[in-house]
């Protein structure tokens, strides 16, 4: 039996470029990784059979789950004759933005490497991840911080960031937002407007990261999505409001949404900001995190 934690990721950059011929986009992003987690716990089987567990009853307990799917994956890729039950405890909101399902995915895959001893280099794992979602490659690497290209699975880990450790203030409001909705409609409406705003470049996010300068870090963040997403769901602005009323200079959308995050200063400020936030249940769920 082998416990693992999955984290969640945040986009401190997400800048969407054109469509691909397989209909996803090529993006540039940087991604973070932060202490919020699922506990996945693995249990190989004698059988061939595959088995969700969780404790979340919005999450799919059957092939449609991407733990599942990556459980089937090395099954078939390396002819396994074992099965393996897989039990999911969710502290991710399910569809925030935060790469909850992926997380679970690329942790399935790292856990099952070592439970079935097959040694799979990390390279081949994030290489089997990439089929089953964009984000999940991320998560294979161990790194904080990385920079994602192509589809976003194209992942360099930022080496040079290992050291830097961010505290955030996240609210995730209780609405459902499609990825795929989100892209269609960034696709409408970048054929009418230039949405990529030029002064915006990853490399400028880099440095004052490596610099550990939060009002460089409040400068240089950006959404290419974020627009999109706040039109159809205010409370996306409401968030961002009520973070700039309590001081917070930092802001961002993560990935498609609905998930906000401030970065700030210290622990301290960010339990006080929970402590104001909470007083107000509307504006969803709020979790202090910090970079893991």
């Known amino acids: 039996m082998l416990t693992l934690n999955s984290y969640a990721k945040l986009n401190l950059y997400l800048e969407v470029l054109e469509t691909r ?20 716990i693995l249990k190989s089987r004698r059988d061939k059979k595959i088995n969700i567990a969780c404790n979340e009853s919005g999450v799919p307990q059957d092939n449609s789950n991407l733990a599942w799917r990556s459980a089937k994956l090395l099954q ?20 925030s933005g935060l790469g909850g399902g992926s997380s679970n995915a690329a942790a399935v895959l790292a856990g099952l490497n070592k439970l079935w001893k097959l040694n799979v280099t990390e390279n081949k794992l994030a290489g089997l991840a990439a089929k089953l979602s964009c984000d999940a490659p991320f998560f294979i690497y161990n790194s904080p911080f990385a920079q994602g290209e192509a589809r976003g699975d194209k992942i360099k880990p930022l080496k040079a960031l290992a050291n830097v450790r961010l505290w955030h203030i996240l609210v995730v409001p209780k609405i459902g937002v499609s990825t795929a909705s989100i892209y269609k409609r960034w696709d409408n409406e970048s054929k009418t407007f230039k949405l990529t705003i030029p002064k915006y470049n990853v490399n400028i996010l880099i440095l004052a990261l490596r610099k550990n300068d939060l009002s460089l870090i409040g400068d240089a963040l950006f959404n290419s999505l974020g627009r999109v997403t706040a039109a159809l769901y205010p409370q996306i602005n409401a968030i961002k409001e009520k973070f700039i009323k309590l001081g917070v200079k930092a802001i961002l959308m993560s990935g498609s949404g609905p ?3 401030g970065i700030v200063s210290s622990r301290k400020e960010a339990l006080s900001l929970r402590r104001q936030l909470k007083m107000d249940s509307s504006f969803g769920e709020v979790f202090v995190s910090r970079t893991h």
Do not use: M, Q
């Open 21 to 40: 011929k397989d209909n996803y986009h090529n993006i540039k992003t940087i991604f973070e990784r932060i202490d919020l987690a699922d506990k996945i």
């Open 76 to 95: 078939d890729s390396f002819n396994i004759d074992k099965g393996v039950d897989i039990k999911i405890i969710k502290r991710i909101p399910v569809g």
């Open 259 to 261: 998930a906000v995050f």
